[in-house]
């Protein structure tokens, strides 16, 4: 797995969809594994709380019987916070703006997930360039 290709991933998802503030990528112990976020903001935290909220999703998801969990979204006040199901073992988490428009997150999302539980399971060459964490 390359930290590189998984940040490079998750920017170039911010730079395609207007509103998206932070992003990070996590095991689903609440483990960081990248991120692209602001100063303000903590990524362990950040990983951590999308681990708790990814694992109380999934448990809905079971008892609900409506399928294994795609995405889960919370709608704040200032914003969003949405987390994806990357695999069994990871998790992307997205914090976005009023302005976030969620159909085309969504959309654009698909093949990242897949692209990203790839980079970590070490299915995919990386052939992105060095780019570090914020």
């Known amino acids: 797995m390359s930290q590189e290709a998984l940040v490079a991933e998750i920017r170039e998802l911010r730079e395609r969809v207007p509103g998206i ?10 483990l960081l594994v990248a991120a692209d976020t602001s100063a303000e903001l903590d990524p362990e935290s950040l990983a951590a709380l999308a ?27 200032g914003g969003f916070a949405v987390i994806y199901a990357v695999g069994d073992t990871a998790l992307l988490a997205v914090l976005g703006d009023e302005g976030l428009d969620l159909a ?16 970590l399971r070490g299915r995919a060459s990386d052939t992105s360039a060095d780019v570090s964490t914020s």
């Open 104 to 119: 085309r997150l969504h959309r654009e999302t698909g093949a990242l997930v897949e692209r990203l539980d790839d980079l």
């Open 51 to 77: 681990a708790a909220g990814l694992g109380l999703a999934r448990r809905t998801a079971a008892v609900s019987g409506r399928g294994p969990l795609r995405q889960n979204v919370t709608h704040c006040a």
């Open 21 to 30: 503030t932070d992003t990070a990528v996590a095991a689903v112990d609440g």
